[in-house]
């Protein structure tokens, strides 16, 4: 079992920067890909961000079209926790941001991901 906690979410203005944390605990071993996902309101869970987690192969990352340029996900040196620095957020960013594990080789689609964190709350005010 892999455990995620995300923290870093608040109320932000259209245009400032924030960052996301997600703590990682359990059984990483078997891990594949680590990233983000979101969801608003009466809206389907979206894909963001995610990042390769074996050691072993050059690290990939992939990013949604609509965050492109604008978010960058990351880790620790420890591999202990992830990031996801969003800048020049707007009102569209609005979502309960997920972190989330996989592991297969599976990247883009929200039944790829096995475990997931509870989620933090992102609002972006014009």
């Known amino acids: 079992q892999v455990q995620l906690v995300e923290t870093g979410g608040g109320l932000v203005q259209a245009g400032d920067s924030l960052r996301l944390s997600c703590a990682i605990s359990?059984?990483?071993?078997?891990?594949?890909?680590i990233g983000w996902f979101r969801q608003a309101p009466r809206k389907e869970r979206e894909f963001v961000a995610t990042?390769?987690?074996?050691?072993?192969?050059?690290?990939?990352?992939y990013y949604g079209d609509s965050v492109k340029g604008r978010f960058t996900i990351s880790t620790d040196a420890g591999k202990n926790t992830l990031y996801l620095q969003m800048n020049d957020v707007s009102e569209e960013d609005t979502a309960l941001y997920y972190c989330?594990?996989?592991?297969?080789?599976?990247?883009?689609?929200?039944?790829?991901?096995?475990?997931w964190g509870q989620g933090t709350q992102v609002t972006v005010s014009s």
């Open positions: 359990g059984r990483t071993a078997d891990v594949y890909y």
């Open positions: 990042i390769s987690w074996k050691d072993w192969f050059e690290t990939e990352r």
């Open positions: 989330a594990a996989s592991e297969g080789t599976g990247v883009f689609a929200y039944s790829d991901y096995e475990f």
